[in-house]
């Protein structure tokens, strides 16, 4: 593989650019070498600068639930664009995609629209607190929120790649109202909302883990965290960013049938252009200025481009024929294919999906929260991540992240993806 030009642009990057990029994994940091850098997006496919192609299982983190460059997605933005960027001023796309949504999630009656998951999740904790008028925050280890103060205790990839546990520059004032404990352990919680009796103003999760490898929750556990909030008066906040419209048409909590007091979303719901969420019970939402006191805006917030694009998608994702079953048929038989050859050559994998979402890491111990990720083999993830790029398929470069399949991936992709990681096996073991 050719990757000249990738290497000269990656190096100029990094005199003007912090480590090369503007969002840290994709450094490359955790796999080793140099980054490739992308040209173009179509379907299922990333294209570089060096024309090398490969089969996308990143997905632009998740957004490109429709493939990337949809046609139907990109006739809409182009008429859009016609009509001018940016209003800073309401437009009645905003109403179609919040009843959309509104709709897909039981429990969701008012919405507030953002540019990205990180102000969503700010946002939300923000609202927790004055709404509860308590001061802490539960989140779980290895779970990511973006990256305001309040959230970046120990959560998950970008951060467990760098090996650090929290950020530098966030004040102990502000980290100590986080606590952060071990998912699925209902011991741990019982014990957190009994030493901090009154305090809890919400529990922040991501329902199915993506930031720490693909982690599903237990149903006992989420059924007891559902309880406690309610027993305590403190707000379940379901933190579906990546999960909702990716894993289901209304999310983990649809699947699960667990009710959320808030959730924020991100990701699908901008088909690729800044666009996140939160949403919940009118009765809290209302406590959002102007309606309420709670302050939060935002310049660009539900920008009409971005709105566009997120309102296709989701009427592309309808019009489809039982697209999460599909999504599922095809992260089965992939991971199917993957299991196979691992179990050929001795090598310890450990797969789990859902919907479009999927995850495998090289363990012999199923994984169950962070502390699990000990037994991940990274070692064997970066051999892989390597050899896949080289063979034309384009992994999250980090065994901390979950995996996504699009609508756009056809049979044919999922065979070569099988029969390249067979060859990676063999490779391994030689
Ligand atoms: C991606 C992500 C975020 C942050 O969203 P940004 O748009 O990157 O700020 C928050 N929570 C979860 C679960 C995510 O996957």
């Avoid at 299982?57 to 940016?86: C, F, P, Q």
């Avoid at 660009?300 to 697209?323: F, H, R």
């Avoid at 691992?342 to 502390?371: H, T, W």
Wanted: charged residues 20%; glycine residues 10%.
């Amino acid at each position: 593989m050719d990757c000249t030009k990738s290497t000269e642009l990656f190096k100029k990057a990094c005199e003007i650019l912090p480590g090369g990029v503007n969002s840290p994994v994709r450094a490359f940091n955790a796999v080793g070498g140099s980054p490739v850098i992308i040209e173009r997006a179509k379907g299922s496919r990333l294209f570089d600068v060096d024309g090398n192609s490969y089969i996308d299982y990143m997905g632009s983190w998740g957004t490109a639930l429709v493939g990337h460059a949809h046609r139907n997605v990109i006739d809409t933005l182009k008429e859009t664009l016609e009509n001018g960027l940016s209003f800073g001023a309401t437009h009645a796309k905003e109403f179609d995609l919040a009843e959309e949504i509104l709709a897909a999630f039981p429990g969701m009656e008012s919405i507030r629209f953002v540019s990205s998951g990180t102000e969503a999740c700010m946002t939300a904790v923000r609202l927790a607190r004055a709404y509860t008028k308590k001061d802490l925050i539960i989140k779980f280890d290895g779970h990511y929120h973006g990256h305001s103060d309040s959230l970046l205790v120990k959560a998950g990839s970008g951060l467990a790649t760098l090996g650090i546990p929290a950020s530098p520059g966030i004040p102990e004032a502000v980290s100590k109202y986080t606590i952060s404990i071990s998912f699925n352990d209902i011991k741990a919680l019982e014990d957190v909302f009994a030493r901090y009796k009154g305090q809890v103003a919400a529990v922040i999760f991501e329902p199915i883990v993506g930031n720490a490898g693909f982690i599903r929750p237990d149903v006992g556990f989420l059924n007891s965290l559902r309880d406690l909030c309610t027993e305590n008066g403190s707000l379940l906040i379901f933190d579906e960013v990546m999960t909702g419209f990716r894993v289901a048409w209304g999310g983990v909590q649809t699947l699960y049938n667990i009710k959320a007091d808030l959730s924020t979303l991100g990701k699908v719901i901008g088909g690729g252009m800044p666009l996140a969420a939160l949403a919940g019970r009118r009765e809290i939402m209302n406590h959002l200025a102007p309606a309420g006191n709670v302050y939060q805006a935002g310049t660009l917030s539900g920008n009409p481009v971005a709105v566009a694009a997120g309102l296709k998608t989701l009427q592309i994702l309808k019009s489809e024929e039982k697209p999460y079953e599909r999504l599922a048929n095809n992260c089965e038989w992939l991971l199917r294919s993957f299991s196979d050859s691992a179990c050929r050559y001795g090598i310890p994998l450990q797969v789990d999906f859902e919907g479009g979402m999927f995850g495998f890491s090289f363990s012999s111990k199923k994984i169950r929260n962070f502390s699990d990720t000990e037994n991940i083999d990274f070692e064997c993830f970066n051999f892989f991540f390597r050899k896949f790029l080289e063979l034309g398929v384009y992994l999250p470069p980090s065994s901390y992240e979950a995996c996504f399949m699009s609508l756009a991936h056809t049979k044919e992709d999922l065979e070569k993806t099988g029969e390249i990681f067979e060859k990676i096996c063999k490779l391994r073991v030689s």
